[in-house]
């Protein structure tokens, strides 16, 4: 079962390194034949084989012999083993299904909002559908319906902290798809108590891994502007992951 997982998470990560580069240039992803970046030359099935066929090729195209950039190897090896810990963390559980939701839907903003400075909607839309699914199944419609109010809740903050910041700063200070994945961060986080306080906590988080990038931003390349979808769904996974230290920590300093 470990081995399938890591399978599975290989040959997604490959289908998502397609979506995250494909859907964002408006090329089709369904009927669309992969190629080589180099030659456009139409890729064979058997150059397709997550993993293997990068090491087979010596990480070079069959046809130009030019190298195909490492990242289609990074991201299939990172996805398998992503998968993999999943299993190993949650087991067969709803949970393991919600954990695989968020992680898929990060490295597709991982890779979409690093390279277009974009969060793509289907892969928002999608993920949602497939979160309130899992998260009936695991708290009940009662508490599915709280979540989604929580979801709401911090969109309509994350919206309102967007007007602030685009009035002090006299331009766009969130991009839209940073607010759209805050809904995502309340139903996730949206059991009753205490989704509303775990998703400000998961923003505020996603401000600290965000900041050492920001200064290198700033101070090496001389940017401005910074991906911060990437850091949101980070933070998400994290808290996902550590949800009891979490909790735990969130009850002891309103105990304090």
Not at 31 to 48: A, F, I, M, P, V
Request: glycine share 8%; proline share 3%; hydrophobic share 55%.
């Amino acid at each position: 079962m470990s081995i399938l997982m890591f399978i599975i998470g290989a040959i997604l990560g490959s289908f998502y390194l397609v979506v995250g580069t494909r859907l964002p240039l408006k090329e089709n992803i369904i009927t669309g034949r992969s190629r080589c970046d180099n030659c456009h030359k139409t890729l064979k099935w058997y150059e397709l084989i997550p993993i293997i066929s990068y090491l087979i090729q010596g990480g070079k195209c069959r046809h130009c012999h030019k190298p195909i950039k490492i990242e289609h190897l990074i991201i299939e090896i990172v996805t398998g083993l992503l998968f993999l810990f999943g299993y190993l963390y949650f087991g067969m559980t709803i949970k393991l299904g919600i954990f695989l939701v968020i992680i898929s839907l990060a490295l597709i903003i991982f890779i979409s909002d690093f390279k277009y400075m974009i969060i793509l909607d289907s892969p928002l839309i999608i993920s949602t559908i497939l979160l309130i699914i899992l998260k009936y199944f695991e708290i009940g419609l009662k508490n599915t319906l709280f979540a989604c109010l929580y979801g709401i809740a911090l969109f309509v903050f994350m919206y309102l902290v967007k007007l602030l910041g685009d009035k002090l700063f006299k331009r766009e200070s969130l991009g839209g798809g940073d607010i759209k994945l805050c809904f995502i961060i309340g139903l996730t986080l949206g059991y009753y108590g205490i989704g509303l306080r775990m998703g400000l906590i998961c923003i505020i988080f996603s401000a600290f891994l965000a900041l050492p990038y920001a200064i290198a931003s700033v101070y090496l390349k001389k940017k401005n502007e910074l991906p911060y979808g990437p850091f949101l769904i980070f933070s998400l996974v994290i808290i996902f992951i550590f949800l009891k230290k979490f909790y735990n920590l969130l009850i002891f300093f309103s105990l304090n």
